[in-house]
């Protein structure tokens, strides 16, 4: 051990004695000579294995390959049928091989599977996180948008300016790239000046992480508070990065598009039948002699007269919940408000509500109507209520005025107190209109002098009215995406150990300096900002952005990448194994005109990804995770491809694409008290990557099998293995009601006998034929338990999970 | 690490799924990380020094509990009682404006030989004050229960970090291989605010998450489905066997799937030995009164019996027990955020948390199990000294809190680190949660610095780049 240490402490040495070269990955990538006419790929592994003293192994058989390139490309199983109709083609085995591997690559599920790849890398979900973890509603659309660019092979280059850019490419949805990660509701944060602007860089902090791990393989976000510890990134790259994206929003944004056009085409309609509506309302109103509705700030003037005190008796609000005013004003005749706590006044009220925050009615007259500072009186239920300021000294009123708070007074009256201790009524709402907003129904609508009649019509054009502006907004509005939006951006500042009370200077926007220059002048116009981003990031020199990429593709057919920190290429991540092959690779990827698919066709029609991969004990020797690939590296399926596999073989899976997605829960959001749901139907049978995605909510069964919750980036999955797992494939409802169907299903398709059966299950399992022993155990237990346990034991059985 | 060569290569064949060479070395650089073998990644693991504690019982109370009302003693704030904070007489805190200084609202007194100052909310606990040192000047970074919850047990305010028994369980394995190694035990009356973040496993791997399960809520999927009979699910169990062993032969040397093997076993062993270690039912009268489960109060009773079911977890070799009192945001009605009406919602809760945790000192020390098992008791954050403005209850004080530790290594009886007079903010000797884990590993024999794990460009640590180990409160 000592002489191999001594030797790679040499190799360091070595390394570092040039250090002022750049890190590799910032230097240009290289283009190596390929010689020997192999396929290049073969040609750089080859030549690492030859320094090893290592070889190819033999290429697989056939069925394992065509199961192997059919999991890998679509997540799912290629049929018995397909198995044969392959194995029995007649023609050169390459040729075939080729066109399964275009056939594959042209099935709309290939983007539904490497769709899935790319949301572990930037945490995609459909909640927004921290302790609220509310639901993101329209956050699908990006999901769709994802598959859709594999599926019809949008080149990087546009897949990632679009992700950018899409408000000016004319892809809205691919803007839920940048609000993939949490955020927290403005609900949730402190009220003071310090919390907000906390949250504010914490937002964008997430979208600095899912750009730098995810388009360029840096740490960018290690820079926050201090120059990074080991990677050329300064603390103000940070902030040059911030400033890029200062104008971001959090949200929902208008999805361009055909349906957009549409609606947009009936707003006027809409609007004509609005007004119409609201010209016949007010007809009536003059003409039964109406007073106009309430404001949500209202004053009630009136004859002055001399007040000791005043209250005001709230029967009834518009929505029906317990009374509520932010604030309770009482003006004399000389131009003062005399209800003030600071001028001696005191509130009382009939009650007041007990909740997290002050709901007191102190807070009536504390003389601040900031919603973001101060607080509302509620009642503490619903129904009548009052409430009453008593003067210092009597005063002389004509006016007053509230504020609304969580509801608005809908029936009410105001009454002063004389000095002689009588109470006088000087204002009420007996001939007022209803508002717009008043959901009562006409029973509860008491107006006087009109007829029951009278009352129920004015009800019933206000609701008509309310419906039809809510369906004008919606139409306005435009159908809705969860997607960044853009604003004038704040300035960006350099923070002192990234503390947002602590300012240092303004900066620009900018590109990290390590990598060079984006013109980006300091007072660009918001959009021109993220242009430059994706312009610097796409050029074809780029040192990461196809590196990244290239290693991101290898990572998911060989379950290792070249790089096996996929989203550090830094200091602190790993050197690649094969840096000629990354380049190339790299380089090859950019020529092809950025096409994930013909990437894919490289990668997966070589020698190395075509061999078997058992292993050899002088292979293991040497290099025991196969990272020179010596054989194809077998790995456990993904938590995804396990349950589409169930599904599929089991006859029920859905292939209905796109949309909102399926629950694994009670509720598709929420801070608490998710239950898992246990059995299915066919909308619950569709391809996981359609299920409605809750983070920080691991999923009933398949949780377990490392499928991430998007708390955090996930740029290479773990593939544990636990008794958990265990439990769950064979004890669960879901895994047992699929047992069974898949029983049926070999039952319908193979009705004669045990030993045809369960040829047949083992077939849509694991493609190949069943060892006689194997056969032999799963027949005996079909026979003597039933179908439906053996095709138990074939879901749990590693010749399924995995793939080899 | 003394491998030679040869010793190095065997062991990589037979052993972890062979790291490169260089990596290894790398890690060996970094650290004393725990090489893990993922057929057997709960083998009990060598500790980085001798430890005091060889298991930890973690006592959460989600919500944040008052240390002015419970063991936190400040004489100033009775005498002060109804006037303002000096010096904060405006302030605005979590959710607002904060009204007049307001006295406990349970009674102090004496207790125990050390005569710590302890409340009538928790007379129990209190009258064990000798087995306990109380930690006064705890501080957390964040005021909102979620991210406090996660750095309180995870060390980071954002979810995805790997918790402190995901943690405990990399480094030490489990001193028994049939029951799940880390077991969190939620209250009865629900999840703590930030959920399962409080006993993920981030990213470390998925076998050192916590399991979670509770006297109310037994494991998932853990007995063979209904209606299918012994025989029928070990004569699956069997032809799977067959089947793997298939497989094996196919790709040997493969410890992945050896482990996917144990993996089998081992769940069929927790078939047995879970219902074994859950069953209350064996447990006697007397204990069960000790912790009050036989209260007619349900939630009482419940958590009463997740204190035993903790006592019967580390008793059998789980090596970290998280048990939750208190469930999530409610308007303080399931946990400790007395916001609007404290006294009379920490009525409710002080029953259910007093007598069954001071019933599990007691147990797990007449059963000698106090000697190597540290008891924790924390929450995220604490309270003020003051009532919010129109309300009857405390906001948010992240500022300075109480936790306290008892049992193995622990010095009784004794207190470290002071808030100011009012109890408003930590004074002497300031706590940080990294402090709190540092110690806590200290505890296990754990240098908090030398164990960790590489993810996403940083060799990560339970306590980032922080925390100091608190001596004081050490035998």
Known sequence: MQRVRSFLLLCFITTTAVAAEPHWSLQPMKCAVVSGGSHPIDFFIGKKLREKKLTFSTEADRITLFRRVTLDLTGLLPSPTEVRTFVRDARPKDEVFMEVVDRLLASPRHGERWAQHWLDVIRWAETVGFETNGERSEAWHYRDWVIHALNTDLPYDKFLRDQLAGDITGADAALGFLVAGPANLPGQVGRDEEAMRSARQDELDEVIRTVSQGLLGLTIGCARCHDHKFDPILQRDYYGMQAIFAGLRYGNRRLRGAKNDEWTSQVPVKQKQLADLKAKLERQRAQLELRKPLDSVHSDEFTQITARAIRMNIRATANGSAASLYEFEAWTTDGTNAALASGGARASASSFALANQTRHFENLTDGSVDRRQAFPWVAAKGGSAWLRVDFVEPVTLKRITWHNGSSVPADYTIEVQRPDGEWQRVAHTEDRLPRNDDTRGASQVKLKNLSVDQTQALVSIIATIRKTEGELNRLAAGPQIYAASFTTPDPTWLLERGDPMQRLAKLAPAIPAALGQAEIEPGAPEPRRRLALAKHLTQPGHPLTARVLVNRVWQNHFGNGLVDTPSDFGKMGTAPTHPELLDWLALEFIRQGWSLKKLHRLIVTSRTYRQASHPSEQALRVDADARLLWRFPPRRLEAEAIRDCMLSISGKLNLEMGGRGFDFFNQRGGLSDYVPKQTFDANGWRRMIYAHKVRMQAVDIFGAFDCPDAGQMKPRRTRSITPVQSLSLLNSPFANRQAAFFSERVRREADNGEAAQINLAFRLACAREPKPSEQQALEQLAMEHGLEQACRVLFNSSTFLYLQ | ?475
């Not at chain 2, 500790?47 to 008052?66: D, M, N, Q, W």
């Not at chain 2, 074994?276 to 009164?289: D, F, G, Q, Y």
């Open chain 2, 1 to 475: 690490m003394s491998l030679n060569r040869r010793q190095f290569l065997t062991h990589t064949m037979h052993g972890f799924s062979g790291v490169a060479l260089a990596a290894m070395l790398a890690e060996e650089a970094r650290g004393e990380s725990p090489k893990i073998d993922p057929a057997k990644p709960y083998t009990p693991r060598p500790t980085h020094f001798a430890p005091k504690a060889k298991r930890v019982i973690e006592v959460f109370c989600s919500g944040a509990l008052s240390h002015v009302d419970t063991f936190d003693y400040k004489p100033e704030l009775i005498r002060r009682h109804g006037q303002p904070l000096p010096g904060n007489e405006k302030l605005v805190s979590f959710q607002g404006p904060n009204g007049n200084l307001t006295q406990p609202l349970w009674t102090f007194r004496p207790r125990g030989q050390c005569e710590k100052m302890v409340s009538d909310l928790v007379p129990h606990i209190g009258a064990l004050a000798d087995e306990i040192c109380f930690l006064h000047s705890l501080t957390n970074k964040s005021n909102t229960h979620g991210p406090a919850e996660n750095v309180m047990n995870t060390g980071f305010a954002f979810d995805g970090f790997p918790s402190m028994g995901a943690w405990v369980n990399y480094a030490l394995g489990s001193e028994n291989q049939n029951l799940p190694a880390f077991v969190a035990i939620e209250d009865p009356r629900g999840m703590p605010q930030s959920g399962p973040n409080n006993w993920a496993n981030g990213f470390l791997p998925a076998a050192f998450q916590g399991t979670p399960f509770s006297s109310t809520k037994p494991i998932r999927f853990l007995q063979r489905p209904k209606g299918i009979s012994a025989a029928k699910d070990e004569a699956t169990h069997a032809a799977l066997r067959v089947l793997e062993k298939e497989n094996l032969t196919d790709f040997p040397y493969d410890a992945n799937l050896a482990a996917r093997i144990s993996s089998y076993e081992l769940a069929a062993r927790m078939q047995l030995t879970v219902p074994e270690a859950a069953n209350l039912k064996v447990e006697p009268a007397h204990i069960r009164k000790l912790y009050g489960a036989d209260s007619a109060n349900k939630n009482k009773a419940a958590f009463a019996n997740n204190c035993i079911l903790a006592r019967r977890l580390v008793e059998r070799g789980v090596r970290f027990v998280q048990l939750f009192n208190g469930a999530y945001a409610s308007g303080g009605n399931i946990n400790w955020d007395g916001h609007s009406r404290l006294k009379e919602q920490y009525d409710v809760h002080g029953e259910i948390l007093d007598q069954p945790v001071a019933g599990l000192l007691r147990d797990l020390k007449q059963r000698g199990l106090l000697e190597d098992t540290l008891v924790v008791f924390a929450t995220e954050f604490g309270r003020m000294p003051m009532f919010q403005a129109g309300t009857y209850g405390r906001d948010h004080n992240p500022n300075g809190f109480t936790a306290w530790l008892a049992g193995a290594g622990v010095k009784g009886g004794t207190s470290h680190g002071t808030t100011d007079e009012f109890g408003f903010r930590a004074s002497e000797n300031v706590i940080t949660p990294h402090d709190f884990h540092a110690t806590i590993f200290h505890l296990l024999g754990l240098d908090h610095e030398k164990l960790t794990y590489y993810h996403n460009g940083i060799q990560r640590r339970l306590t980032d780049v922080h925390g100091q180990v608190i001596r004081e409160p050490l035998a």
